[in-house]
């Protein structure tokens, strides 16, 4: 048998003071000491509690950061043996390509220089000011706060407790929306083993008396599980009818599934696969209204009951005005060739954006740069434009921005070379 063993009683003791009866001064007192002694010794418990879970916190989300940092490292070091592998397949007479992905690019510019998000893998042109749609920032005590009229709705609407859906359990709802990466909106769905995913939606209402436009060009969203859930779908709306933002279908692991029923229809459903933090930039849209749509595939078994325990969460969305800077943004990237016995000619460098399907620089108005590296291991500028024999083995890419306001997304930028 477990024993609980209480290390702390309180120190006061009960004293009877009779209804206008004297009270003596010495008791009197002593509560007041034990009540005090008490009150400290509560504040010290709260206080030691506090830094606990702050400690715990911060290592959590410590622990968290070199996780995805490791994760992309080795998803980077994947798609560079891939790349590798492909190449080493080609005659040397074809044409070869060589990947360098937003988180590991890089700015000289402190001033202007691009945006590179290493957790969404993106880069987008210097912002000079954001408006958040959903939360305020309290300068005060430095904390964002989330308005009371801000609305959100978790559905669909007959998406209720009955049949395989045995329990629904949810978080607060605003958690999604204070910007603090200790905080998170969840709901656990348990079901019988006859579920396979499960299919939720929130739509999140803006509060319109915190904004003054309706105007919004940026939408990011962090899933929780991070990297396991389908995002299916992410819609605004002002009047009308539900229209899917700008670029959706451009995203990274944006996937087509067909899937035929039992009449042998077929069904197609465009998705997300499987979304890490999401960064969606598009040209402006006038909305009021963003409805978001999941998927979870992946359950916990529940093997005591026989149940399926699904996930589904959001550690933060965010809906926003940006103006970035009409100065022109810059990044870089190096470029490393590991066919040391061999000349390398460079031909083209294409971008990969999240909201284009034109691999074309030219459509966000994007100018490179070249620079080959001496002994010393020293940039020099390449006069030269594509196709060039570069000296040595390693190449740097200056990319800059053109300075408007339909800003890009950058995911990677693939070097087109031969072996010469």
Partial sequence: MSSFFIKNIPSIRKHEFKYRSK???????????????????????????????????????????????????AITKLNELEENYHNLLNPET???????????AYTFDDVYGAIINKNSNTITPYTLNSIS??????????????????????????????????????????????????????????????????????????????????????????????????????????NGSWTLIPGFENYYNYTSETIYDIFNNPHTSNYIKEACDLRFNFKEVQTNQIKIKFRQNNFIYDEENDKRIFYIGLRDFNASYNTYSNDPSTFDMIFDFTELNNNIKIYDIEITFNNSNISEDENFGITKEFFYFDSNDISHKIGESCPFILKGHKLRVQFKTDGSQIAPNVRCATVKYKLS
């Fill in 94 to 104: 074809d044409f070869r390509t060589k990947t360098v992905y937003a988180y590991n």
């Fill in 133 to 238: 749609k959903v939360r305020m920032y309290d300068e005060t005590y430095g904390e964002y706060l989330v308005p009371d009229s801000l609305q959100a709705f978790v559905g669909p609407d007959d998406f209720t407790v009955g049949g395989n859906i045995y329990s629904i359990e949810d978080s607060e709802i605003k958690n999604a929306f204070d910007g603090s990466k200790d905080t998170t909106w969840l709901r656990k769905i348990t079901t019988s083993t006859d579920v396979n995913s499960i299919e939720n939606e929130i739509v999140i209402a803006l509060p319109e008396d915190i904004i003054t436009s309706r105007l919004v060009n940026e939408i990011t969203i962090n899933p929780f599980p991070s990297g396991m859930i389908d995002i299916m779908g992410v819609y605004y709306k002002s």
């Fill in 23 to 73: 009270i003596n001064s010495h008791d009197l007192n002593e509560v007041q000491e034990q009540s005090l002694s008490d009150i400290l010794d509560l504040f010290n418990k709260a206080n030691a509690l506090q830094k606990t879970i702050y400690e715990l916190q911060n290592s959590h989300e410590v622990e968290t950061f070199y996780y995805e940092q490791r994760l992309n490292v």
